[in-house]
Each structure stands twice: as structure tokens, then as C-alpha cells.
T-cell receptor, first 109, second 112 residues
């Protein structure tokens, strides 16, 4: 069973700061997901990665398959980025995802 | 616009009651999932379904069962609710062969 570790667990930063959230996993995967969960519970998918790097607006996600590590970066952070960010991995087939415990991010004005 | 709906946002039940949580998706997805989310533990997979009438146990199936009689609907059943089943329950769906899972808004269940 894959172990998915995220760091930090909690992060408070000032508006405008560059944010990095890290994710490492123990077993080879077919895909890694970054998800965002706002207060109230709804989860949205931000990125799916199997290699390299993806960018969407101010969000950048990278993955290093050899090192079993991924990072999520937020540039020019804003209070509306405050949320829980969750890393999840998939091993292929129809199985569900294995999740990290999440990083609770607060961006202060 | 893709949509996954869950029957209740909040639910309060008593120990020993039979509880049904319903999930409906309108995307004609083959794969559906039930997770529970607890502080400090993150999301954990309870059951998933490949297709109609197909079901597989996830990581924590004990105390739960599921039903998938129609493609769009996946039900989670707590046969006899217990206080340790107090949690946030999230449903998700995914197209077979796809990667993105679409989540419902969640049902916060309190068992007294």
C-alpha cells in the first residue's frame, strides 16, 4: 500500500508570497493528483500529473518520478487561495485514490 | 457542466439506525467511489464500483455496504450506525479510462 506524505501540515503566509507544498509517496504510481478543498467540503481537481510539470494560472505542479516526489507552487498568493490542498496517487485500474492528509493553507491579507 | 450530487449535506442519526447515503452523477461515468474524511486521517476509500452491479472493497469497508443498481446512482449503506462512523462522506465519479475524479459536496454525518 502506498504511503503518501505531505508537508507542511499547516502553512500561514502573507499575501503575495510564493508558496510550496510538497508530496512524497512510497510506491510507483500511474498518476498523481493535486486537489483543493474549500471550507464547506467541496473538492476540486487542480492537476493530474504523470511526468514533468503543469501550469494553470498562478499554480504550478511538478513531479519527479525517480524521486517519488511532487510539489505544488502558488505564485503571488492571495487570500482566496486559502484552502486545504491534498495530494493523491493512483496505481492504475479502476481503484480509487490514496490521499495525503492535506496541507491547510492560510493566506493573510 | 459535470455534476455529482449527494442526497444530504447534513445528517443526524442514532446508534443502531440503518443509514442510506445516496450519490448521483449525470456524466454517464462508469466508476464511482465512496470516501470518508476524518481530521488527521485524510480521505480514505470505503468502496468503489467499476460499473452497474459491480463493487469492490476499498481500504475501510467494515461496517458499510454499497449498491449500484443504476449507472448514475451509487448508494452507501450503514447497516447499523455506530458513533465511530461520524464523519464527512464524499462520493466521486470518473469515466472509465479517465483520470479526473469529480467529487460531490459531501455529507456530514453525526451518529449519536
Amino acid at each position: 500500500k502506498n504511503e503518501v506524505e505531505q508537508s507542511p501540515q499547516n502553512l500561514t503566509a502573507q499575501e503575495g508570497e510564493f508558496i510550496t507544498i510538497n508530496c512524497s509517496y512510497s510506491v510507483g504510481i500511474s498518476a498523481l493528483h493535486w486537489l483543493q478543498q474549500h471550507p464547506g467540503g467541496g473538492i476540486v481537481s487542480l492537476f493530474m500529473l504523470s511526468s514533468g510539470k503543469k501550469k494553470h494560472g498562478r499554480l504550478i505542479a511538478t513531479i519527479n518520478i525517480q524521486e517519488k516526489h511532487s510539489s505544488l507552487h502558488i505564485t503571488a498568493s492571495h487570500p482566496r487561495d486559502s484552502a486545504v490542498y491534498i495530494c493523491a496517487v493512483r496505481h492504475g485500474g479502476a481503484d480509487g485514490l490514496t490521499f495525503g492528509k492535506g496541507t491547510h493553507l492560510i493566506i493573510q491579507p | 457542466d459535470v455534476k455529482v450530487t449527494q442526497s444530504s449535506r447534513y445528517l443526524v442519526k442514532r446508534t443502531g439506525e440503518k443509514v442510506f447515503l445516496e450519490c448521483v452523477q449525470d456524466m454517464d461515468h462508469e466508476n464511482m467511489f465512496w470516501y470518508r474524511q476524518d481530521p488527521g486521517l485524510g480521505l480514505r476509500l470505503i468502496y468503489f464500483s467499476y460499473d452497474v452491479k459491480m463493487k469492490e472493497k476499498g481500504d475501510i469497508p467494515e461496517g458499510y455496504s454499497v449498491s449500484r443498481e443504476k449507472k448514475e446512482r451509487f448508494s452507501l449503506i450503514l447497516e447499523s450506525a455506530s458513533t465511530n462512523q461520524t464523519s464527512m462522506y464524499l462520493c466521486a465519479s470518473r469515466r472509465s479510462g479517465g483520470e479526473t475524479q469529480y467529487f460531490g459536496p459531501g455529507t456530514r454525518l453525526l451518529v449519536l
